[in-house]
């Protein structure tokens, strides 16, 4: 019997592809049946197959590894994003003064703290708003012009002046203040009226809403923690400067309810 195959990458022709095939006929007549084929279509047919399959695998091999490529690129793209996102993140975010502490909160990073000034309670002119004033300053030179409006800032908070769940300690002492940076976030405020801040806002304190007293000089609110503390060890004396008074609702114009009438107005610092 010939081989119907022949090798690859060799081609017959013509009559070299004519070949006789003999097989068994019946085994008992020992009697054999002989043909004539002509293999050239065949052989044509199976090397086209073969080199067609050939090719799929290729291909297919091919596109796997392309695949892998484009995939493995893919994610080190993604990474690289990924960490650049976040590298910038870092730089970005909020800040804002916690009145009547020395640090700030639960992993917020303080950028300096001081002692809270501003204008003298009885005094015209100047500002309004309190000043967290750093404790390294850098002084300017002395001078003999009559107009000193910068001054340490009190508790003005005395006997029954005290707000639910604040020291009892803090009458006439200074006001410590933290300026505090809170990365990631992108705003901050602080509602007053609340201590607790509303959906998806992260409380940074929550305290006291102070300002100066009716029968003074106008001056900004400011949210006092609840947790206040003395800016140092110093005995409470009466010197004055900038005052912080516990203010209370008053109603009419403010609608009582939902206000309570004659109540400690709490405040919350919000960021998110
Ligand atoms: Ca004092
Ligand atoms: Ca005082």
Redesign the pocket.
Known sequence: MVGLLPSLGSECKGDSCRDVISMPLLDDMKATLKADLDVTNMNNHLKAYIEQQVQKGVETAMKDVMRQLIDNKLEEANATIEATILTELERYGITYVRWGRKSCYDGAELVYTGQAGGNRYNYNGGGVNYLCLPNDPENGEHQSYNNPQLFGA?Y?IIADWNPRGMSGILG?REVPCAVCHRKRRSSVITIPGRKTCYKDWNVEYNGYLMASHINYKRTDYACIDVHAEPFDNKSAT???GA?FYPIRTSCGSLRCPPYKADADVLCVLCTK
Request: proline share 0%; no cysteine.
């Open positions: 009190e003005e006439n009466d010197e004055n005052l």
